[in-house]
């Protein structure tokens, strides 16, 4: 009986290792390969035995790499605060204001989410190019707001749904307008919504693609997705694979740490939302 | 009701009527946007998709109806053939591909997903740190991703080949992503390593809303763990594993990145999305490729529309 027990105690434990190897063995991978140079990168390791910051170095200082990255900042925390701000008013009017025709609209805001990016490819690009944003970054964050937009909507509307009523009430009797109670009443007690919302539009806007290759152009402008896929060496014959896993570990570990250390509020987002992930 | 006293009925009305305003003042930026960058593009694709548009020359288009889609040309001699997109070997092949991906990995997902789940829900230490391991695929960029496991399943280099040799799976190194038989494979193993973390957490949390104590009355009745995955955790976490996988074939259906990383210019792994991509900017069809977008989103809005007339979502309140 014990010995049974025994057994099912190792054959779990060996299950939770054999998810946690699955999950962070590539990543670690990354990690290995990025810290190997010359002929290393050519021999399978399994094990740290190399410590070499050349392939970090080199990301660096040759090519648009660090170019690359800021880019991709400033797009992920402009589109993160454009749409936080006309999501808040909205979910205000969408959670608790009754009018007719708000489930219709809650609805037609939530299909946008399911667009699949290429149905609005061509036309987004006649438009990028008509008002002259080709090859710039605001292409990118006009539009990025049709995945984050959609969604920081609907997850901030499900979060103000649940709070009481009698909040409201205080200040109404106090007089306050609805622009006042939203941003004096409910952006206080928002602000876990807001954390939540604001990295996973963060997350979204950091790794998309599509756009970002189609709309821009050029090794100075372009975010770090498109500068991975098309990085190559300068030789153009090898593939300059340690280069590739250091731009790839730089480009994610400040996503790692914000999974880490925001893990409880992202899955609560991710939950509420289901909407995309 | 006469007995009511009229003033504050009055300033209720008006209280009402300047909500009603400020809501309308609300809505309007973000609504104003969503139109700007979803309905019009769309409406311009599905334009274009009915035109002969290039890629240098928009404004220039003209209306040749649904030719894109299917057109009967005759060789005069009572004798031709049908063009277009319907009629096209290529798009049929993208259709197929993209149909055997999603089926493959949402399934795929679904499955380990729901072990992941189970897995997360038992209670013990150092159950936060699984769980964050667990989201690291998650977080990680598509791009980022598919470069990793590209070089992971390098043929002369790679990790998957090693590790294969060593214990014996594989008698010589496949080259993963070169062949055209394996190729699918390795895109369909990306994404069920990037999604099913998403899939475990939309699980988890339908596993966290049954209550203890049903387990609890059949642990007490001895109930055979098995049993009780098949009679009571698996009808209860149904609704939200059908969502899960609403959502996930969804996106399984216009996947783009993995494809165009991994695999690039590859009949075999070529999907809906990519063959679009292709058309639209690569090949100079502007308006055949509009076409193609325009049959993808009818594809995911009819699936989306039956899902939403089947499930009654409850928007008006309450819900989730």
Redesign the interface.
Known sequence: MTAMKLLKRAA?WA??AG??L???F??Y??IL?SLETGSG????S?WPDALDLGNYASVMNEGEFPRNFLNSVGVAVAVVIVSLC??V??A???SR?P?RG??L???T?L??S??????????????V?YFGLYNTLGSLI??Y??FT??FT?WVLT?FM?DMPVELEEAA?VDGA???QI?VKVFLPLLWPALVTTGLLAF?QA??E??FA??FVASNDTRT???A??LLSGSSGKEVP?GE??AA?VI??LP??A???VF?RR??AG???G???? | MTSRPAPPAASRSA?RA???R???M??A???A??AF??G??????IW?SLTDASLGD?AGAQWIGLNNYLEWFDYGDGDGEYFGLLADPGWWNAVGNTLRFALVTVSVETVLGM??AL?LN?D?PGR?W????????????????????A??L?D????IN?VGMRLGLLSAPVAWIASGDTALIAVMIVDI?K?T??MA??IL?GLQMIPRDIYEAARIDGVHPVRVFWKITLPLVAPALI??TI?RG??A??V??IV??LTPNNQQTTT??VF??QN??QFDK?AY??AA??L??LV??FI?IGY?KAAR?D???G??
């Open positions: 779990f299950l939770v998810i946690v699955f999950s962070v590539p990543f991978y990354a390969t990168i050519f021999t399978v399994y006309l999501a008013t909205a205000y009017a969408l204001v009018f708000r489930g609209l809650l609805l805001v299909s946008v399911m667009f699949p990016q290429i149905a609005v490819l061509a036309g987004l690009f006649e438009m190019r006009l539009s707001m049709i937009l959609p909507v499900t749904r109404i307008t609805p622009l939203v997350i950091w790794n693609f599509l290759l189609t770090v997705p498109v991975i896929a694979w590739i896993m790839s480009v994610t996503l790692v914000l999974v880490l893990q992202i899955v991710l939950t509420a289901g909407v995309k992930g | 209280l300047q909500r009603l400020s809501a309308a609300f809505l930026p973000m609504l946007v969503l960058v979803a019009w593009p769309l409406a311009r694709t274009f928009l072990a992941i897995v038992a013990f936060g699984v769980r964050a391991a667990v989201l690291i695929p998650w977080a990680i960029p598509t791009i980022v991703s598919a470069k990793m496991w070089w992971m390098n002369q280099f790679g990790i090693d390593w999604t973390p998403f957490l939309l949390a969502v899960a959502f969804l996106d259906l216009r783009f990145d165009y990383v809906m999305s679009a991509q639209l900017f502007f490729g509009s977008s325009t993808l989103f995911i809005a989306t939403i979502l928007l008006t309140g819900g989730r």
